[in-house]
Antibody, heavy 119, light 107 residues
Framework: EVQLVQSGAVVKKPGESLKISCKAS????????IVWVRQMPGKGLEWMGI????????RYSPSFQGQVTISADKSISTAYLQWSSLKASDTAMYYC????????????WGQGTLVTVSS | DIQMTQSPSSLSASVGDRVTITCRAS??????LGWYQQKPGKAPKRLIY???TLQSGVPSRFSGSGSGTEFTLTISSLQPEDFATYYC?????????FGGGTKVEIK
């Protein structure tokens, strides 16, 4: 059974760094892309970027380029989304999901990680 | 970037109604479109891929159509469990873009 299990909810202060995770199981991690999607409170879905764990090929939406870093460790079937300096506007639910091919619609999704940034 | 215009942004309907949601792309995207359902507090769930292919396990009352720039998601007979927010996603080219969403509410 394909599963994507994300790390738990976090509360951080502005300026702090953060790395959230997405652990995959039930399929060959290095042969599917992982996408990250943001959903701000009460708002719609935003595609942030994508990584192919097989060779770490990564693409970002222009809206998120330079704001976050997407990475993956295929030895432990885990993808990551990280910030070096959080802002209050980063408060959102973040989802990881799997896609067959980079430019494709994700089929399996993680349960989401709620990130709250507040002083 | 390709822009996706989804309409309506919300609608009220009754159980048993036929519901249609539309997504328009700012340029042709062939059939590179998916439809998702999201319920409050839950991750999105894929209903349709490649514009018209039903995801395994999704009820047949859901259907998708269209190609190029105009796409439609139809629910043939709305059921209580279908009250949710629906999103389209273009995956023709980077960056992938979601439509703004359609909230389907109970009339």
């Amino acid at each position: 059974e394909v599963q994507l299990v994300q790390s738990g909810a976090v509360v951080k202060k502005p300026g702090e760094s953060l790395k959230i995770s997405c652990k995959a199981s039930g399929y060959i991690f290095s042969t599917y892309w992982i996408v990250w999607v943001r959903q701000m409170p009460g708002k719609g879905l935003e595609w942030m970027g994508i990584i192919y764990p097989g060779d770490s090929d990564t693409r970002y939406s222009p809206s998120f380029q330079g704001q976050v870093t997407i990475s993956a460790d295929k030895s432990i079937s885990t993808a990551y989304l990280q910030w070096s300096s959080l802002k209050a506007s980063d408060t959102a639910m973040y989802y990881c999901a799997r896609t067959v091919g980079g430019a494709n619609s994700p089929d399996y999704w993680g349960q989401g990680t709620l990130v709250t940034v507040s002083s | 970037d390709i822009q996706m215009t989804q309409s309506p942004s919300s609608l009220s309907a009754s159980v048993g109604d036929r519901v249609t949601i539309t997504c328009r792309a700012s340029q042709g995207i062939r059939n590179d479109l998916g439809w998702y359902q999201q319920k409050p507090g839950k991750a999105p769930k894929r209903l349709i891929y490649a514009a018209s292919t039903l995801q395994s396990g999704v009820p047949s009352r859901f259907s998708g159509s269209g190609s190029g720039t105009e796409f439609t998601l139809t629910i043939s007979s709305l059921q209580p469990e279908d009250f949710a927010t629906y999103y389209c996603l273009q995956h023709n080219s980077y960056p992938l873009i979601f439509g703004g969403g359609t909230k389907v509410e109970i009339k």
